[in-house]
């Protein structure tokens, strides 16, 4: 079982600092496995992509931080449920590629609970409905230790994603569970739902 901590709403730099002291306390076999789960206060973060700074258009008076994670550039804000698995990895888990496939799958089979087919993209990471991004999904490591995530949009705020060309995207290929539902779910639910398919597909870590 993986730990888990829920911080609710927080800062995008306080829950970094958080971040990597738990990344520091995993490497230190000090601290297990842990789930960090999070919702931001608007910002954009800046991937470790060359291009990336290139696809902010107009972000106005909202938060630009750079980050160690792989990717472009994206928001992450209120509506957004965002996890940061903090997974130290062994034998044949020290594959990135299949961390972030198994993230994909955790996406996925979140979207089905909720009655919505969600599917991979064969050119980009994350988790897609009807050719639109639901889920952003980009990872670092460090010593064989995962940080960064995924961020599923579950009620947020779209109009957001137009100010950036989203992971180098057009804006219109971004959704959100509310979206695709023509109603929310339940936060809660989504969280649980989203922590099991979690725990499920990380099972043998």
């Known amino acids: 079982m993986l730990a888990v901590n829920q911080l609710g709403r927080r800062s995008y730099r306080e829950a970094w600092d958080i971040q990597r002291e738990i990344l ?4 230190k076999g000090e601290q297990p496995n842990t789930l960090i789960l999070v919702e931001h206060d608007p910002v ?5 992509r060359r291009e990336a700074q ?24 209120p509506g957004q449920l965002v996890v940061y698995p903090i997974l130290k990895l062994s034998d044949d888990w020290q594959d990135l590629h299949r961390v972030l496939r198994s993230l ?24 897609w409905i009807n050719g639109k991004k639901v889920c952003a999904i980009g990872i ?9 995530g995924m961020a599923l949009n579950v009620s947020t705020n779209l109009e957001y994603f137009q100010r950036i060309n989203p992971c180098g995207m057009n804006s219109e290929l971004v959704t959100s569970l509310e979206n695709e539902l023509a109603t929310a779910p339940p936060w809660n639910l989504v969280q649980t739902k989203l922590l099991l398919r979690l725990q499920e597909v990380f099972s043998t870590l």
């Open 24 to 27: 520091d306390a995993v490497i």
């Open 44 to 48: 954009y973060t800046l991937g470790r």
């Open 54 to 77: 290139d696809n902010i258009l107009d972000v106005g008076d909202v938060e630009i931080v750079e980050v160690e994670r792989g990717g472009d550039v994206t928001f992450h804000g």
């Open 104 to 127: 994909e799958e955790a996406a996925i089979l979140c979207c089905s609970d909720f009655g919505l087919n969600a599917h991979r993209d064969e050119r980009n990471t994350g988790a």
């Open 140 to 148: 670092g490591c460090r010593k064989w230790v995962t940080w960064h």
